[in-house]
């Protein structure tokens, strides 16, 4: 917007247009679980309503407004009630003003001195977020390690894995390219951005052991000391383990704890991904999700996904950051200034991949201020207990199955019909618009995974949806 | 925000704030060229005036948009019309507006069936651009290529050096791990994050080689060519490189169309890096900028930096999507869905570095819509006449001395007294808060690069900026 030139959106209009977006969201909010939660079109149907060439004059912002009723039919509602797919990105009323207050700013964070508050903020959160979940303090700002934001638990990894090969070769493989023994670890359960991790990092999907997991999913601990001392005997190098807290088929919790040891004895990096299931730290009663964090070098989770935080907001801890800074840095001299040589302030952007980084501290900060450590709280013990709930609902009705325990939200059930069956269940309660769930595949069974922690999910909202699956099922049966 | 629960931000009290978070951002437009360009605190300034703990209780929401007052002195304002450090990070009304609709729905569009809109309003645009841009059609979705927005160059640059390391080991990398002999190019004026791409991607810096550039900083295609020439008589393999349309430290432009020829000559990759550049070619006079592009595997610009577009946002378009998706592609049984096997539909978690993908392409419909092609077209030509006029101002000026072509909108300039009076010259004006420029090296003179091309920079800031430059030299002189 601007003051002066009739090219670009006067400041009233600004005012005008952005209190009109702002009353198109509330109402989307009010009506959001009337929506189709699955969006219900087929492929091409939404750019076919498209023009096919760009405008050459420029439209009013109403009609661009209007656009939505266009876009609208093509949205999967991430936001309502009864989206119960994959993890949670449960936002809420502060993280969308707080980062309309960095868009508005339109700041760059990539070093302190292009916004120090940018900065300072973030480390200043993310150190308070240490104290809030009881992490260990060695991820302090005040201490040798810190912590930054990224987009995504996928980038996270990839930072980490990058840290674990530059540690492993004294900053050789920056220099002179990977040399092909380094090897990474994780479960056969781990999210697949590892892999995906290994392979961009030049390790090799080849070099990366899947470790077995015992009946719960979680990482056998002795299968990795096993791998770990066969690679040695075979002189490969083992650089990198990632444990998962809460895997994203079934939310397993790995041993960190005796992984961890593992890793210290074997001199390995090790990560913890809890993407999903750090959040629950904030409460003191779930903080067994914590154990064995004090081995681990790195550790990630997602205030996006489970704590009202506006995607995307990955938080990232380091327990050494010197790790983390050698081995991004780059320092060209059109990014030289007074404080970038000096050790007094942290310059994010040699604590990931981008260079760019946007002022997403700002949504955190609206988000914690706002709910408060308590508010939080309630907001986790909420989902929690409804999840309780809903699993002895599900246990009572005898034509379902729950395959894996419920450590967290996330409930894998399936029909005793079997494979073929339960599929076609799901289908069906995805078709119908009125939930959506998503599923996974466990010792070759097809599983749904009734995923909890949308921000305005509440128990009248899981006893509908699960009406509906069980009256459906009975339905497919008796057609 | 939500219906029920007493928990959250209710929609009235969203609606409320909402208004108002609006009319701070209108309200800081408008005062917007009052603040200091560049921020004045000292380190940790900012951080001492933040609570130690994070609050237990919630806060109203007026008393967090209050703490802006704590963070505005750390600001720096790249929204300023006064800002010509770096590069332009010039957003618009109606890229805030579009994103902020874009936080509200908050859905995450990382397969086509988690938001088909988001998927296909992304490819629609994205092939818009290329008529609108003029680019060669093979980029265009209904060819063997594709378009995607990324966060930043820096990923673009990445994933195109990935996409060319599986292209010439055929998948094998990221199979096995890279196995050393590969190179990559580009020149010494490229962007540092090639280097840090070529690092993260295990080529290891010392199989990058930095490329002579001539007298106007551009690329010698000659050297390119015998530097190729050696590493393949050593044994080595050539498998890509970055051409840079716009480089940061002066916006060279490299001879595309020279590197294109050898490129293929050698079956090489050829990036083109654009990030600054690209949206010049928006008008016709200017498409000088696409040269050689009917010769890149793959292209990226930043609507981010030149377009309106609120950060982040980086198109990058491949010749060829199935290297791309092949290079980057991750199917788990979490993730499958009816769609994610065929061939009708694209997952653009698979055309990037993260699972999570926002739904940017929301911005972008807003300010092509809003502006039109002939209102961007009329934002590239003011900013390139201003720039034209500013160097007119300079050249007339006999203590200064420009010191490389302006093809673009950034002037670099130094000072006849040298190095040490341009760096306290730039450290005077910065400091004074009046503009923010920031500097370069170039043939080991100390460069100021005023860069052009914010939403609000008029002619009248210009001259007002440069007559305060002109005068405080005068004055250092004299003291």
Known sequence: MNKSSKLHMKTDEFKKQGYKVIDWLADYYEHVEEYPVLSQVEPGDIRSKLPEKAPNTGR??????????????GITHWQSPNFHAFFPCATSGPA?????????????????ATSPACTELETHILDWLVDM??????????????????????????????????????GRTNENGSNGDFIAYTSSQAHSSIEKAVKIAGIGKNNMRMVDVDQNF????????????????NGLKPIFVCATVGTTSSTAIDPVNEIGKICKEFGIWLHVD??????????????????????????????????????????FYVADRSQLINTMSILPEYLK???????????????????????????????????????????????MENTKILRSWIEMEKDFEIVTPTPLTLICFRHTKGN??????LNTINESGKAYMTHTKLNDQYIIRFSVGQT??????????WNYIVKTSKGMIEA
Not at 60 to 73: F, G, K, R, S, V
Not at 363 to 380: A, P, T
């Open 60 to 73: 009013a912002h109403d009609e661009i407004l209007n656009d939505m009723n266009i876009l609208m039919p």
């Open 456 to 465: 305005s999910t509440t128990i009248d909202h899981l006893k509908e949806t």
């Open 133 to 170: 979940m009881d992490l260990p303090v060695k991820f302090k700002s005040n201490s040798k390690g810190g912590g930054v934001i990224q987009d995504t638990a996928s980038s996270a990894s990839l930072v980490a894995l990058l840290c674990s090969r530059e540690k492993a070769s004294n």
């Open 420 to 425: 073929n069956f339960t599929e076609k269940l």
């Open 218 to 233: 979680s990482m056998d601990s002795s299968h990795l000391r096993q791998l770990i001392e066969k690679d040695i005997s």
């Open 274 to 315: 809890a993407a999903m299931a750090g959040p629950a730290a904030l409460c003191k009663e779930y903080r067994f999700i914590n154990d064995g964090l004090n081995y681990a070098d790195s550790y990630n989770f997602n205030p996006h996904k489970w704590m009202l935080t506006s995607f995307d907001c990955s938080i």
């Open 96 to 112: 969308i003003l707080g980062d309309l207050i960095s868009t508005g700013l339109g700041v760059n964070g990539m070093s302190w």
């Open 337 to 383: 200034n007074k404080t970038s040589t000096s050790e007094s302030v942290f310059d994010l952007r040699d604590w990931g991949i981008p260079l760019g980084r946007r002022f997403r501290a700002l949504k955190l900060w609206h988000v914690i201020n706002y709910y408060g450590v308590s508010g939080l709280q309630e907001f986790i013990r909420t989902h």
